[in-house]
């Protein structure tokens, strides 16, 4: 599975921006696909999550609900992420990750669970 991440960029404080995980191999039914973020000098982080065979099925960080949104296109191979009211704690690379899920749990953020990653997207919230 290969994953390129787009739709990164500089926004003011309350903005929006909407990134892109375009993908590549074998269908994502058979996985599950995260967003993850890492600020200047912290560890990677889980952002959201989505089973790729049950797009209603997902799940999203504390510091992130009620302003993200993912959402997974099966006729483009596409996980977006859409992202409102962004604040400078939102700072940070954002990657795409995935790993095979043939669990019928939920998707976990775990950085640690992913096996494929994208090279990631910088997004500057300024305040």
């Known amino acids: 599975l290969q994953l390129v991440e787009s739709g990164g960029g500089l926004v003011n404080s309350g903005e929006s921006l909407r990134l892109a995980c375009a993908t590549s191999?074998?269908?994502?039914?058979?996985?599950?696909i995260g967003w993850f973020r890492q600020a200047p000098g912290k560890d990677r982080e889980g952002v959201s999550c989505?089973?790729?065979?049950?797009?209603?099925?997902?799940r999203y960080a504390d510091s992130v609900k009620g302003r993200f949104t993912i959402s997974l296109d099966d006729t483009s191979r596409t996980v977006y992420l859409e992202m409102n009211n962004l604040e400078s704690g939102d700072t940070g690379v954002y990657y795409c990750?995935?790993?095979?899920?043939?669990?019928?749990?939920?998707?976990?953020?775990?950085?640690?669970?992913?096996?494929?990653w994208g090279q990631g997207t910088p997004v500057t919230v300024s305040s």
């Open positions: 990750g995935a790993r095979a899920w043939g669990s019928r749990d939920t998707c976990v953020l775990g950085v640690r669970a992913i096996n494929y």
């Open positions: 191999g074998r269908d994502l039914d058979i996985y599950m």
């Open positions: 989505i089973v790729g065979s049950r797009s209603s099925d997902t």
